[in-house]
C-alpha cells in the first residue's frame, strides 16, 4: 500500500502542537560549538532548526562572516533547506585570528530566525611554527619535567592565544594558573606521524609587566624515560628510540597588541627546567606526587629559579594538527556509596558504580604521611561486583599476560606537604574500579581523609536514552553508556585497566551503539585519521590491530579486526551525512583491500582471530573461556574480507567511480563463493567448520556470520535460520557467540521476525549472557560472559542496537535506504509481548528524535518526534492498525514534529 500522507486521517489520530515559534539554534562550525584553533581556511557551518509547527522546514538560509565588526563575506540568500556542513566561500582567512558568523534562516511560511557563533583559525599556512622548538629534560631520566619561561608584557592586549602540546603529555600553566580543563592531553596519536595540539585563548590570563608561562610534561603510551619499576605494571614494550624515550613539549604564545604588533613567545632552550613534586608517572603504573618537594610558585613571576637548568631542544618533525574534537576532561565525579575500615590504617570505598578515571583526595595530616591509593573492579578475588560489606577487600590477584598484576601494581603515593587540607588528583594516569583502597602506615599522623571518584574521558555530548518495562534491558543501554564513558580516552580504548590499547576489533561492535547515545561525529574522524596515519607509518595498506599502534610486536591482523576502517568510514556517513569523510578515506580503504589481496592471493583469508571469547565450560561445570577460536578463524576472517569490498564498493558508488564499484562488487560476489564452496554443506543445508574443543561450541557463529552480510546462498536462508534456532534450544536459548557472532544475531533476528527469541536470548539470568552479567552486578559491559577481568569492554555494546533500534524503533540510518543521517526517519518499534513499555532518545545532526509506545489495555498509544527540517515514515507494529479509522496502513508518511498515535491491537 502507498504510504498515505494524511489529511482527515491525521485529525482523527493525531493531535499536533500548533505555534508560531521559529528559531536557529546548535551552530557549528567542522561540527564543533565557538570552535578555537581551526586548521582549515574553509570551514563548514551547520545549525539546527526548531519549530512547534507540525512539517515546518527551512525554505532559504544566509550566512555572514565578520571580522572585528567588519563584514568579510555574506553568502547568497540561498533557497535550500541545506542545515549541515556549507562551505565557507569567502576571502581567505587569517591564521591566529577570530571571526564571528551569523546564520539567517527562513521557513516554510516565512518566518525569519537569526542567531550567531563565533570560530577563530589556529595555526595554518607556511611554517606556523616558526621558532618554536620541542623541548624537555635536560637530564636523563626524567619522567615529569617542570618548564618555565618569563616574558615581559608592555602594552595593552587585543588578543593572546596559546597553542601548545606533548609527546606525551602535558599541563600547561600562566601565571600560576593552569590553563584550560583538559586532562590527559593531547589525546594519544600515531606520535611519529601526527601530534595534536591545543588551543587557548589566554588574554585574561596577561598581565602588564612580568609574566610566566610553564609545562609539566608526564608519560604517555609511547613516551617513556627511563626504566620500569619492577613492582608497577606497565604492560607494554618500550620499542621507540630517539626522542619518544623523553616527554617534550612545544608551545607558541602569540599576543596580538591594540596597535597591531603581534608578539610571539616560544618554547626553545632558553626556557629553565627542573623537578616537582611528581616523581613518576606511568599511564600503565600509576602516579607518585610528593607534595613537599611541589616548587610553590613556581609558575609565577619572581620565582627563584637559579637552580633550574637550561631546557634541551629535541629534533622531531611530526605533523602538528588542531585538536578539533572534544578533549579528554573530568566529567564526572562521584561520592561514594560506602566506606569500611578494612584494619588500622587501611580504608576502602566503594563508588556503586565502574568507572574509568582517577580518585580524587582531600586530605590533611602530618608532613610526610604517605597513602597509597588503588582500585579494583571486584572484590575478594571474585569475578563479580558487589555492594560493600565489612571483611571484604579489593581483588588484586587478576593478572594480565606479561604485564602482570595491574590492579596490585598501579597505584598513586601521595606524601602530605603538612597544610591544612590538600587535594589532590592524578595529572597523567587513569584506570577501571569501582572500589578504592587508602593505605598509611602511620594512620595516627592523619586528620582528615575525603575521597571520590573522578571520570575522565572525551567529553561528547550525550542524550541519547532508552528505557523500558524491563529492568535488565534498561540497565544494559545504561551499562552500554557507562562503558563507553571509561574506554573513550582519545580513542577507543579496548579497556582502561589492563591493555588500554585501541584495539580495532572491538570498535565497530559499538559504534553504531555510541553514536546513539553520543554526538560522536569528531571522535570517531580523529580516530579514523589514527588508521590512516598509522597506514602512511608503515608504508603499507595494513590496518594493524592496536590504533594507535604503541606496541610493534602486535602487528599481525585479520580482516575480521581490520575491516573496521571500511565499516567505521561507512557508519560515518550513515550517521552523519558528511561525505567529506569517504573522500578523505577512499585512497586509504583501497590501500586496505590491496594489502589484503597482496597478502592472500589465492585461497581464503588466514584469520588470526575469530569470533573473539566465545563462552564455554569444562568438565567440572565451570565458566570458561577462549580468546579465540581458531577452528572458524579461516572462515570469519574471509566473510569480512568481502564485507570491505562491499563496503568500498557502496562508497565507491556514493562517490562517482563507477568502475571501482563494479569491481570491488564482483570481486566481492567472487570471493562469497570461493567461501561457501569450502564451508557451506549442501547436503546439510547450513554451514560446517572443524570441530571446536570439548567445551566449546561455534556453530552459531560460524552460520550467522555469512548469514550477516548476504554471503549465505539466498536459497538456503530459512534453513540456516532453523538450524540456528534448534541450536539456541538446544543450549537453553543461550548464545554460545563471542564478538563477531554476537553482533550479528542482535542485527539479524529482528530483521528476520526473531526478537521474541533475541529477548529470550537478552535477559537470561543465568550464564552465558547479559542477563547473566545483570544478576551479577554488572554496571559495565564486560569482556568475558564469564566475568573474568576485565570489566569495561565496549565488545559486546552491540545488544544497544536491539534496544533503541529496534524496541523503542528509532532505526539506524541506512543511505542505501535513503535516511542519511537521520534526514529521513524509519520508526519501526517491535512490541514485545513481555513489555509494557519502551522509550528512546538519539541525538542527530538536526535535533533529537524520540519514540515511546505504551500499552494500555488493548491500545497501542504511540509518541514519535522528528525535529524540525526531517521528516520518516511510522511503520505499523504487526498486530495493531489504527484506531477509529476506516483507511488502514501498514506505514505511515510524517513531517517534523511531535505525534501521537492510538493503535488498537488486531483480533483475530
Same mark, same amino acid.
Given at each position: ?25 546548535? @551552530? ?19 545549525w ?9 522546514? /527551512?525554505?532559504?538560509?544566509?550566512i ?7 563584514? @568579510? ?5 540561498t ?40 570560530f577563530?583559525?589556529? @595555526? ?5 611554527? /616558526? ?10 631520566? @626524567? ?41 590527559l ?11 595534536y595540539y591545543?588551543?587557548?585563548?589566554v ?6 609587566? *612580568? ?6 610534561l ?31 613539549g ?10 597591531? &604588533?603581534?608578539v ?12 616537582g ?25 619572581g620565582?627563584d ?41 587501611v580504608w ?32 575478594? *578475588? ?96 545504561i ?28 570498535a ?12 560522536? /561525529? ?24 592496536t ?10 591482523t ?18 552523519y ?15 586496505w583491500?590491496a ?29 570458561? &573461556? ?41 570481486t ?31 556453530? /552459531? ?8 552480510y548476504?554471503?549465505?546462498? *539466498? ?16 543450549h ?28 529470550k ?13 545483570i ?56 512490541v ?30 504511540v ?19 489504527l ?21 488498537r491491537?488486531?483480533?483475530n
Open positions: 500500500m502507498k504510504p498515505l500522507q494524511y489529511t482527515s486521517l491525521l485529525s482523527l489520530l493525531i493531535f499536533t502542537r500548533l505555534s508560531a515559534g521559529f528559531s536557529v539554534s546548535n @551552530l557549528e562550525v567542522e561540527t564543533l560549538t565557538n570552535p578555537l584553533g581551526l586548521d582549515t581556511s574553509t570551514p563548514r557551518f551547520s539546527q532548526l526548531q519549530s512547534d509547527r507540525n512539517g515546518a522546514s /527551512q525554505n532559504a538560509w544566509q555572514q562572516v565578520l571580522n572585528d565588526s567588519k563584514v @568579510l563575506w555574506t553568502s547568497p540568500k533557497l535550500s533547506d541545506q542545515q549541515l556542513d556549507v562551505p565557507y566561500a569567502g576571502p581567505s582567512l587569517e591564521r591566529n585570528t577570530k571571526y564571528t558568523w551569523q546564520i539567517t534562516s527562513w521557513s516554510d511560511h516565512g518566518e525569519k530566525a537569526e542567531n550567531s557563533g563565533s577563530h583559525i589556529g @595555526l595554518i599556512g607556511e611554517n606556523p611554527w /616558526q621558532d618554536a622548538e620541542w623541548i624537555g629534560a635536560a637530564e636523563d631520566p @626524567l619522567p615529569s619535567p617542570y618548564l618555565r619561561k618569563e616574558f615581559s608584557v608592555g602594552k595593552k592586549i587585543k588578543s593572546a592565544y596559546l597553542y601548545v602540546t606533548g609527546v606525551g603529555y602535558f599541563e600547561a600553566y600562566l601565571n600560576g594558573k593552569k590553563i584550560g580543563d583538559e586532562v592531553a593531547p589525546s594519544p596519536s600515531q606520535y611519529q606521524h601526527r601530534v591545543s588551543t587557548f585563548e588574554t585574561d590570563l596577561l598581565s602588564k609587566g *612580568e609574566n610566566v608561562i610553564g609545562m609539566i608526564g608519560e604517555s603510551q609511547a613516551a617513556a624515560s627511563g626504566d620500569f619499576l619492577e613492582e608497577r605494571f606497565h604492560n607494554r614494550a618500550r620499542n621507540y628510540p630517539g626522542p619518544l624515550e623523553h616527554p617534550m612545544i608551545a607558541k604564545l602569540l599576543i596580538t597588541y591594540e596597535d597591531g &604588533q603581534v610571539g613567545i616560544n618554547s626553545d632552550a632558553s626556557w629553565k627546567q627542573g623537578r613534586g611528581l616523581r613518576y608517572n606511568s599511564f600503565y603504573g600509576g602516579e607518585d606526587f610528593d607534595a613537599r618537594l611541589e616548587p610553590l610558585g613556581w609558575a609565577e613571576a620565582y629559579d637559579s637552580e633550574w637548568v637550561q631546557a634541551v631542544e629535541y629534533d622531531f618533525d611530526a605533523q602538528l594538527t588542531s585538536q578539533n574534537f572534544e578533549p579528554i576532561r573530568v566529567v564526572d565525579t562521584l561520592e561514594p556509596i560506602k566506606r569500611i575500615e578494612v584494619e588500622p590504617g576502602l570505598y566503594d563508588l556503586g558504580q565502574l568507572i574509568g578515571g582517577w580518585w580524587k583526595i582531600d586530605v590533611s595530616g602530618k608532613a610526610g604521611t604517605t597513602l597509597k591509593i588503588q582500585g579494583a573492579e571486584t572484590l575478594n *578475588e571474585s569475578h563479580y561486583p558487589k555492594q560493600l560489606e565489612k571483611g571484604d577487600r579489593i581483588s588484586v590477584g587478576f593478572a594480565h599476560g606479561r604485564g602482570g598484576h595491574y590492579e596490585r601494581d598501579a597505584y598513586t603515593l601521595y606524601t602530605l606537604r603538612g597544610d591544612s587540607i590538600e587535594s589532590y588528583e592524578p595529572r597523567f594516569f587513569y584506570s577501571g574500579f569501582r572500589y578504592i583502597q587508602v593505605s598509611c602506615d602511620s594512620p595516627e599522623d592523619l586528620k582528615s581523609l575525603k575521597i571520590v571518584g573522578r571520570t575522565t574521558h572525551n567529553d561528547l555530548p550525550q542524550s541519547g536514552s532508552f528505557e523500558c518495562s524491563n529492568p535488565v534491558l534498561t540497565q544494559l543501554h551499562n552500554t553508556a557507562w562503558t563507553i564513558k571509561a574506554i573513550f580516552q582519545g580513542g577507543p580504548m579496548s579497556n582502561p585497566n589492563s591493555e588500554k590499547y585501541g584495539w580495532t576489533g572491538d565497530h561492535l559499538f559504534a553504531q551503539p555510541t553514536n546513539m547515545i553520543f554526538d560522536a /561525529q569528531n571522535f570517531w574522524n580523529k580516530w579514523l585519521r589514527d588508521i590512516r596515519d598509522t597506514q602512511e607509518y608503515y608504508e603499507t595498506g595494513h590496518v594493524v590491530p590504533i594507535p599502534n604503541f606496541r610493534r610486536d602486535i602487528t599481525t585479520s580482516p575480521t579486526w581490520g575491516t573496521v576502517y571500511p565499516l567505521i568510514v561507512w557508519y560515518q556517513y550513515a550517521y551525512g558528511d561525505t567529506s569523510v569517504l573522500k578523505d578515506h577512499y585512497q586509504g580503504l583501497k590501500d583491500v594489502y589484503l589481496q597482496e597478502l592472500h592471493p589465492t585461497g581464503l583469508m588466514q584469520g588470526v582471530w575469530a569470533d573473539h571469547v566465545p563462552p564455554g565450560v569444562d568438565e567440572d561445570g565451570n565458566y570458561i &573461556q577462549r580468546g579465540m577460536s581458531d577452528e572458524s578463524a579461516e572462515l570469519i576472517a574471509s566473510v569480512y574480507y568481502c564485507v570491505s569490498l562491499q563496503t568500498l564498493s557502496k562508497i565507491a558508488e556514493i562517490l562517482g567511480n563507477d568502475d571501482d564499484q563494479a569491481l570491488y562488487a564482483k566481492a560476489a567472487s570471493f562469497g563463493k570461493k567461501i561457501n564452496e569450502k564451508y557451506f554443506k549442501k547436503d546439510l543445508g547450513y554451514y560446517v567448520v572443524p570441530p571446536a574443543p570439548k567445551g566449546f561450541h561455534t556453530e /552459531q557463529a560460524a552460520n550467522l556470520i555469512p548469514l550477516h548476504g554471503i549465505a546462498p *539466498e536459497e538456503a536462508v530459512d534453513g540456516i535460520f532453523e538450524y540456528i534456532r534448534k541450536d539456541l534450544a538446544k537453553g536459548n543461550h548464545l554460545t557467540t563471542g564478538i563477531i557472532g554476537t553482533k550479528a544475531m542482535v542485527d539479524l533476528f529482528p530483521a528476520n521476525g526473531m526478537e521474541e527469541l533475541l529477548y536470548v537478552a535477559t537470561q539470568p543465568d550464564y552465558p549472557g547479559w542477563g547473566f552479567w544478576e551479577k552486578g554488572a554496571t559495565t559491559h564486560w569482556q568475558h560472559w564469564s566475568g573474568a577481568p576485565d570489566h569495561s569492554h565496549g565488545m559486546f555494546g552491540s545488544i544497544s542496537n536491539f534496544l533503541v533500534a529496534d524496541i523503542a524503533g528509532i532505526r539506524i540510518p541506512d543511505p542505501e535506504f535513503g535516511t542519511t543521517a537521520y534526514k529521513s526517519i524509519i520508526f519501526g518499534p517491535l514485545l509481548d513481555d513489555l509494557d513499555y519502551a522509550n528512546a532518545s538519539v541525538p542527530t545532526r538536526f535535533g533529537m528524535v524520540e519514540s515511546s509506545w505504551v500499552k494500555k489495555e488493548d491500545k497501542l498509544i509518541t514519535l518526534s522528528l525535529p524540525t527540517g526531517t521528516s520518516g515514515r511510522f511503520l505499523i507494529p504487526e498486530g495493531y492498525e484506531s477509529d479509522s476506516k483507511e488502514q496502513s501498514d506505514k505511515i508518511s510524517l513531517d517534523s514534529g511531535v505525534w501521537d498515535f492510538e493503535l491491537k488486531i483480533s
